[in-house]
Nanobody
Framework: QVQLVESGGGLVQPGGSLRLSCAAS????????VRWYRQPPGKERAFVAI???????NYEPSVKGRFTITRDNVKNTVYLQMNSLKPEDTAVYYC?????????WGQGTQVTVSS
């Protein structure tokens, strides 16, 4: 059974950094793409970043240059390093994958950027 567990969220001041983790089980992150999404208060969930099977990455334009998605194949975990955080980055962050014809999501982790 595919399981995704996010962690690492919290309260951070503008300009600060956080690293989110997405611990995966039931599949291998090195042979499947994994995406990060976020859902700001009162808004729809939206794409943030993806790491593909070949290790290539892509980002939503507003986070490009500030966020970095990586993976650790040994720990079977995907990370989202977030730097230069802005108040508009405040959201619940989710990781996602599509394995064995099933779209799977984690429970989310709250990121709040505020002074």
């Amino acid at each position: 059974q595919v399981q995704l567990v996010e962690s690492g969220g919290g309260l951070v001041q503008p300009g600060g950094s956080l690293r989110l983790s997405c611990a995966a089980s039931g599949f291998t992150v090195s042979t499947n793409f994994v995406r990060w999404y976020r859902q700001p208060p009162g808004k729809e969930r939206a794409f943030v970043a993806i790491i593909n099977i070949d290790g290539s990455t892509n980002y939503e334009p507003s986070v490009k240059g500030r966020f970095t998605i990586t993976r650790d194949n040994v720990k079977n975990t995907v990370y989202l390093q977030m730097n230069s955080l802005k108040p508009e980055d405040t959201a619940v962050y989710y990781c996602n994958t599509y394995v064995r014809y099933t779209d799977s999501w984690g429970q989310g982790t709250q990121v709040t950027v505020s002074s």
